[in-house]
Each structure stands twice: as C-alpha cells, then as structure tokens.
C-alpha cells in the first residue's frame, strides 16, 4: 500500500524567509496529492492540491512541486508571516482512492 | 452551521464511561468518514460511510461503534477505551465517496480516556 514520508516534523523560519517541507510516497499510481493546514483547534483544511500530470502549482505565497520519477513532491511558502504557523500534512490518493498521510510539519514562524 | 460540526470538541471519559461523539455535515455531501489523529503519526481513517452505508473498517477494535442514520449525521459511540485511544478524533465528508478534491474536515473531539 501507499506509505507516505514528510519531512521535517518541526520547521521555525524567520519572518519573511521562505519554508519548504518535503515528502516522499511509494504508490507509483498515486495521482492526487493534497496539502493540508491545520490551526491550533481546528481541523484540517486543503490549502492546495497538485495532479500527477503537472510539475508544479502556484497559488500567491505557496507553491507545490511534484517529481514522478523521483516520487517526491514539496510545498514552498515564501514570505512567511506569523499567521501561517500552523501544522501542514500532506497526503497522496492511493490506488484505493484513499488518502495518506504525512505525520505533519509543525511550522513556526518567529516575529 | 455551515461545514463539518463536531460536539463534543473536548471528552474526558473514565476507562468504564459509555459516551458518543457526534458529527454533522452541512454541505450535502454523500460520504462521510471517521479519523484519528495522534500527536506526531499520520491520520488514521478508521470508518467510511456512502448514503449511510458503511462501506469500510479498517481493522478497527469493536469498542469503537459508528453510526449514520442519515447523509448528514455520523456519530461514534466509544465504549470500555483504553488510555492509548486518547486522541483527536476527525469527522470529514466528501460530496462522493472518496472523493479527496472536495473532503472537508470538523474541527474535532480531542478525547482523553483515563
């Protein structure tokens, strides 16, 4: 089955840098792979998605990238604030059609 | 209301308790499902519900019980737990079943079995 890798568990950036937090999956039919952003006290919410017939995805500060062969894709916040603390998950759509989990990036972003 | 509700959003219930948590969904989606969340580990689906039919347990322990009576309600009903099931539990629903492009999540119960 589909076994999804996400890396770093915890991540502190310095307002206004960059933060990028990586995962890897093992299915290679997987071909939906969403990233999610979790606040304190609240559920999960999609923040943006990529298909495995594109490389990369931009929507305003975040970016999501995606290499097949290598069976890794990544999410890129740029010009972080203090509002995108928060813990993000990403997840591949395995062959069952279900999704799979990352074990979370806590993200920090420091004043 | 409008998305995914979750009540009770925090549960402290002795190993001998009998309680339920309850999940409402106000998208007019199809399917719902149950996860859960530990500190640190991927979420875990443990229930899925397609027009109140289950269509998967995944390997779940029977002290857990789940309940749809209808598209928008799922409930689950928790029974003898041990401490090791203290965790975030997360309703979600989908407009079809499995549908990952349209699966939103409730803010959760963060339960704590004594």
């Known amino acids: 089955g589909e076994n999804v890798e996400q890396h770093p568990s915890t991540l502190s950036v310095q307002e206004g840098d960059s933060a990028v937090i990586k995962c890897t999956y093992s299915?290679?039919?997987?071909?939906?792979f969403p990233w999610y952003k979790q606040e304190l006290g609240k559920g999960p919410q999609l923040i943006i998605d990529?298909?495995?017939?594109?490389g990369e995805k931009k929507d305003q500060r975040i970016a999501v990238t995606l290499n097949k062969t290598a069976k890794h894709f990544s999410l890129h916040i740029t010009e972080t604030q203090p509002e995108d603390s928060a813990v993000y998950f990403c997840?591949?759509?395995?062959?069952?059609?279900?999704?799979?989990f990352g074990a979370g990036t806590q993200v920090v972003v420091t004043p | 209301e409008t998305g995914v509700t979750q009540t009770p959003r925090h549960l402290v219930m002795g190993m001998t308790n009998k309680k339920s948590l309850k999940c409402e969904q106000h998208?007019?989606?199809?399917?719902m499902y149950w996860y859960k969340q530990s500190a640190k580990k991927p979420l875990e689906l443990m229930f899925v519900y397609s027009l109140e039919e289950r269509v998967e347990n995944n390997s779940v322990p029977s002290r857990f019980s789940p309940e749809c009576p209808n598209s928008s309600h799922l409930f689950l009903h928790l029974h003898t737990l041990q401490p090791e099931d203290s965790a975030l539990y997360l309703c979600?629903?989908?407009?079809?079943?499995?549908?990952?492009?349209?699966?939103?999540f409730g803010p959760g119960t963060r339960l704590l079995v004594l």
């Open positions: 997840a591949a759509l395995d062959s069952w059609g279900k999704l799979q």
């Open positions: 990529i298909r495995s017939n594109v």
């Open positions: 299915d290679s039919a997987s071909n939906y």
């Open positions: 979600a629903s989908s407009q079809v079943l499995f549908e990952a492009e349209t699966q939103y």
């Open positions: 998208l007019g989606h199809n399917a």
